[in-house]
């Protein structure tokens, strides 16, 4: 029994260590807490495990023992999916209703636990041991336990997955080993043998399962830097020598006093009030002392201390401060040496796989890395003290004297090496180094690579400019050229559009004149043909006219001819000349006149009247089935023009270059293969030229909207 209880206090000590010291490292930092919280709850199940079967203890105590063996589960069920939730990372993902969930279920199976829903009731066999008489909610006990632990499982492979650290993927990887092993273990012993066979056997067993957990902690702390314990260890000896000091300057006080002052016995009195003063002196003195051994264990431990954040600025200050590839890498290297006193270091800079700069600082090793042995470090970080003594990388690192490999490299491309030889205390490097040097390497890799495209660009800039200039001569040449080439572009257009306009003209009217019957009766088989025939004549017209305006355009001849117009009036007689068309189409054509009168209009009719007829061409064109609607309205200072069709529409890709120069779209080129492309163009001219503005609006296969908005401008006299 005497030896149950001495491993007993030893394994809660062991726990209650760890606990202190995780804590101590940073008391803000959850997961440390909820990894204190588990130590705490371990110990408290490990002392009510061992007195759950204590001789000499009433029911009601035995009762209240057993409860609470299956109270602190639950506790440490919960500290150890939290633990593992902060220490992954992952808890800042989690939606808060899941956090509150998990926390309502932990306490709704405390407060169970308290009752009789999960233990209802302790058994005593005839040989004195203890067995559990189950509650109704016990299965529901069991969910939890089983459901929580077995979240930390996944957990830890997730993280295991994402992350691309390799000391991370480690750390997690031990700890993982360490909790399933041990709450396996403790879930088969102290549940699963107990709720399937009632065999209460192996209960006394399950509690040193926990070793494996603390082994693996331990482990992973001590190889793998879970945790800095440098700091502990310092501020563990500086407890350990104020605790020596003050007990052998006090013990020697007061023995010293005793047999001063109290030579025989005396009073016990007098010894209470002497005890009283040592204990004031003791008060005053504790501080003075502490602040003695901290800082003797300072020097010792601390001695090569540095501040992380001041190196971080001292190395930001220069990366910003410098554009001069080879200044960088001599300033960086022998800022970030100094400050975390290195022995030795190197940066090896490559370009297309081959090294294109080197700078060292402090002893150069007898023997350098070159680049192929470099391209062999292919990890992002590699230590040489936590690799194997078989592994290549570590016999290759211990030949050049390198502890610290790391890969300069940015999200796209691979920049060089960062090799760090011993540090001049002969220690390993820290966490608190590594998560440094990562820090560094970011940095320093986009800042080299800025400088050597810095470096790039100078060089390039030497010969840019003689190629612009020369480039820029041809330019002039062909710019002069090409303004020829369109002055004669132009004056071809413009002769040859009036060369062609009289002889069509001429045409059209005896067309006209056959029409009308001029020259006698004819067929239906020729009027059919001279319909036709008068048709091609009218489009060939039309584009010999809008020929002309596009040359009077690049001319600057095309004026602006303004005068008072009705608007209306004007635009039912385009109506009325195209509803033939529109009817042979089966196409419904709607002229929405205005709500109220609209006054003279300043503009240029002919020009006006050729946009409105284009626009309501194109609409009946365009349109296989439905109707053109035309809306005519006065907005405020303006008129408004709206022609409406359900046709085809044009494709969003279009629709930038629409109102250009001999564009058409895709689709309408299908359906009107003679098309030129001018209309629009020549729409947009005119409205702009006379203060207006185009209105457009389509969706492909639904239909379309042009229009136009011009300022009123009513003139004094009336419409007639």
Not at 525 to 543: K, P, Y
């Amino acid at each position: 029994m005497k030896l149950a209880l001495i491993l007993l206090l030893l394994l809660s000590l062991t726990h209650f260590v760890m606990g202190l010291f995780v804590l101590q490292k940073s008391r803000s930092d959850w997961a440390n807490r909820y990894f204190f919280g588990l130590v705490l709850g371990i110990i408290g199940w490990l002392i009510a495990n061992y007195f759950s079967n204590a001789d000499g203890l009433g029911y009601t105590q035995i009762l209240l023992i057993n409860k609470a063996v299956f109270i602190f589960p639950v506790l440490c069920a919960y500290f150890a999916l939290m633990f593992s939730l902060h220490f992954t990372g992952l808890y800042e993902k989690l939606s808060q209703w899941i956090i509150i969930v998990l926390g309502s279920f932990t306490i709704f199976i405390l407060a169970s636990s308290l009752t009789n829903l999960i233990v209802s009731g302790v058994t005593q066999s005839a040989d004195g041991v203890y067995s559990i008489v189950f509650g109704p909610l016990s299965p529901l006990y069991a969910f939890y336990l089983v459901s929580y632990f077995g979240l930390i499982l996944p957990i830890f492979i997730l993280s295991i997955k994402r992350t691309k650290e390799r000391a991370a993927k480690v750390r997690y990887e031990y700890v993982v080993a360490g909790i399933l092993i041990s709450f396996t273990l403790i879930l088969f012993m102290n549940l699963v043998i107990p709720l399937v066979l009632s065999n209460y056997a192996f209960v006394g067993v399950g509690p040193y399962a926990t070793l494996a957990l603390i082994g693996a902690i331990t482990y992973a702390i001590v190889k793998h830097r879970l945790f800095e314990m440098r700091a502990l260890v310092a501020r563990s000896v500086a407890y350990l020598l104020l605790t020596l000091i003050l007990a052998a300057l006090y013990g020697a006080v007061f023995l010293a006093v005793s047999i001063l002052i109290f030579p025989t016995d005396g009073s016990r009195m007098a010894q209470s009030i002497t005890a009283t003063a040592l204990a004031i002196l003791l008060a005053f003195t504790f501080q003075p002392i502490r602040k003695f051994t901290d800082k003797m264990t300072d020097k010792f431990f601390y001695h090569d201390h540095y501040d992380s954040q001041d190196v971080l600025n001292n190395f930001s200050k220069i990366l910003v401060s410098e554009l001069d590839l080879d200044r960088i890498l001599k300033r960086s290297l022998g800022t970030l040496s100094t400050d975390i006193h290195i022995q030795y270091a190197q940066l090896a800079i490559f370009d297309n796989d081959r090294i294109y700069r080197v700078e060292h600082h402090g002893k150069v090793p007898d023997r350098l890395m070159v680049g192929p042995e470099m391209k062999k470090l292919d990890k992002s970080l590699s230590i040489a003290d936590e690799l194997a003594v078989t592994n290549s990388n570590r016999e290759l690192m211990d030949a050049h004297g390198i502890r610290v490999a790391l890969m300069l490299r940015t999200r796209e491309q691979f920049v060089g090496y960062l090799l760090l030889g011993d540090k001049l205390s002969g220690e390993n490097y820290s966490k608190q180094d590594i998560e440094l040097l990562e820090i560094v390497v970011k940095q320093l890799a986009v800042a080299i690579l800025n400088a050597k495209a810095y470096i790039e660009i100078q060089e390039f800039n030497k010969t840019l400019q003689a190629r612009v200039d020369h480039a820029t001569s041809r330019i002039r040449v062909a710019n002069r050229h090409l303004q020829e080439l369109d002055k004669a572009k132009d004056e071809f257009i413009s002769m040859a559009s009036h060369q062609l306009r009289t002889p069509l003209t001429t045409i059209k009217g005896y067309l006209s004149m056959i029409l009308d019957g001029d020259a006698g009766e004819i067929t239906p088989t020729q009027r059919e043909f001279v319909d036709f025939a008068f048709g091609a004549s009218e489009r060939m017209v039309n584009l010999i006219s809008d020929l002309l305006n596009v040359s009077r355009l690049s001319a600057g001849r095309f004026l602006i001819q303004a005068k008072p117009t009705d608007m209306e009036a004007m635009i039912r007689d385009e109506v009325r000349q195209l509803m033939s068309h529109a009817t042979a189409k089966n196409i419904e054509l709607i002229f929405t006149p205005p709500t109220k009168p609209i006054p003279m209009v300043e503009l240029d009719e002919n020009k006006t009247r050729q946009v409105v007829m284009n626009f309501i061409d194109n609409a009946i064109y365009y349109t296989k089935e439905g109707n053109v609607t035309l809306t005519l309205e006065s907005i405020g200072d303006s008129v408004r023009l709206e022609v409406k069709d359900t046709g085809i529409g044009v494709p969003e890709k279009a629709r930038k270059k629409l109102f250009s120069k001999f564009f058409r779209a895709e689709n309408a080129q299908t359906v009107r293969p003679d098309g030129t492309g001018l209309g629009l163009y020549l729409a947009r001219r005119v409205i702009n030229d006379q203060g207006g503005t185009i209105i457009f609006d389509s969706v492909e296969g639904k239909g379309s909207t042009f229009g136009f908005e011009l300022p009123l401008k009513a003139v004094t006299q009336p419409k007639t």
